[in-house]
């Protein structure tokens, strides 16, 4: 049998060089078989499975949400292989198509369940994004800043305990907490195995983020959220990922994490190219507003907004296509600039941009096509249609 090609026609497709053309794409199987400016190719009708019109619309590579905990009353922590599929089918209905699945602070026995989880699922998904591993988001960071963090499981990187966790082999990306010189071991082992390091839930200052930098940790946890504020004198872990050119910023556009001029300022200094959009979502994601349980304690999520009975913010329930939206509107940057934030400098974050995060011949047919307010037009994950909007469906969220 043939395998599956899908022709999109009539599309603006945007492209690593910045050129943003009409255009056309044609998938072969999981990949990009071909694509190109102006008509597409005649083609013959037996060769092609679908012929699909973008009326102009926008093609962009699919998302990647390298910072998500749970969507539709799941969480990762939950160690639920159901929970994980029904995840990635609500991340797809919002144009992601690959994403981590992150933990949180927890004891290692549910820690490790939980990773174990993601292990054995890593991979496509049936109807939803692909799985491309675990985040994860503690245990070793600083009580100080925790968040909605639970302060009483933050510990320190005990090597025996940490080792347990990167031996899975799904681990992608972790964060911890710098200052701590016990946590510092763990920056040089996963440099060594490929795991990128970020520094989140975090006091650390500008010399422990440059140490720390020199010994590969290259990215921080929720820009601004979750770590030392800047000032002039003391520039704290805000000021150090501002200034330390090899740290990409993780960024929670809600407009309610952080200020839709503190977005601009974040892009306008670091480049298009080094920050990295978020959701950091939670399992109240897709749900109505109303109470649920973190672990052993109670969230609200209201308007928007997730957060603890003493106030502070505790995840998200953001969506990617809602992600790129206000921070497109926030810092100035139309689409065709602003796309590389929630795709490509992800993919590259965690070393898969040779597969991932950009349209190109031979890389995976990962695609979102999008209306002009943003909104998510269909979804395709690795050559195959997840998601599609019917023409006169009202619900668009
Ligand atoms: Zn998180």
Known sequence: MNPERLLIYNAHLGSIAGEWQPGWLLTEGKTIYRMGAGEPPELEASTVTRRIDAGGRALIPGFIDLHVHGAMGHDTMDASP?????????YARHGVTAFLATTWTASREETLAAVQNVAQLTGPLPGGATLLGAHLEGPYLNPAKCGAQDARQIRRADPHEALEFLDTGCVRLLALAPEFTENLWLIDECSRRGITVAAGHTTAGYEEMRLAAARGLRQVTHCYNGMQGFDHRSLGTVGAALAIPEIDCELIADNIHVHPAAQKILVDVKGLQHVILITDAIR???????????????????????????????????????????????????????????????????????????????????????????SVNMTVVEGRVIFERAAADPTRM
């Open 284 to 374: 109240g994601a897709g749900l109505p507003d109303g109470e649920f349980a973190i672990g052993d304690r109670m969230v609200t999520i209201q308007d928007g907004a997730v957060r603890l009975p003493n106030g502070s913010l505790a995840g998200s329930v953001l969506t990617m296509e809602n992600a790129l939206r206000n921070a497109s509107r926030s810092t100035g940057r139309p689409l065709q600039e602003s796309w590389v934030m929630s795709s490509h400098n992800a993919a590259r974050a965690i070393g898969i941009a040779e597969h991932k995060g950009s349209l190109e011949t031979g890389k995976d047919a990962d695609l979102v096509l999008l209306d002009a307010d943003y």
């Open 82 to 90: 159901d929970g994980l599929r029904e995840m990635s089918r609500f």
